[in-house]
């Protein structure tokens, strides 16, 4: 069988939705107050990228998603205003 067929894009991508519907219900389980929430959820880092990922976790939880322009550049200045933070009040 040749690699890169039709039929491996299919099975990697009902893999690729299996896999992103199982961490759409663990974090129900982790975030119960998501399925509460009439609001939006706010994706940043890698994982924003992953279309399957935001759009397991519309479906599970019936909210919309929102990507930002740059979520890995988001992701990477949240956590420098955290150390700088952190840095702050540990040299205080």
């Known amino acids: ?3 890169g067929t039709r039929d491996d894009e ?3 991508g009902r893999i690729s939705r299996g896999v992103f519907a199982a961490f759409a219900s663990n974090l129900s389980r982790l975030f119960p107050e998501l ?3 009439k609001r939006r959820v706010v994706m940043t880092g890698g994982g924003a990228l992953l279309g399957s990922l935001s759009g397991a976790i519309k ?5 919309e998603v929102e990507i930002l322009t740059n979520p890995q550049t988001a992701a990477a200045l949240g956590a420098a205003i955290t ?3 952190h ?3 540990s040299n205080s």
């Not at 479906?59 to 909210?63: A, D, L, M, N, V």
Request: without cysteine; positive net charge; hydrophobic residues 55%.
């Open 1 to 3: 069988a040749q690699v």
């Open 35 to 37: 399925r509460k929430t």
């Open 10 to 12: 299919a099975a990697l």
């Open 83 to 85: 150390a700088r933070a």
């Open 59 to 63: 479906t599970k939880f019936g909210i």
């Open 87 to 89: 840095f702050i009040k």
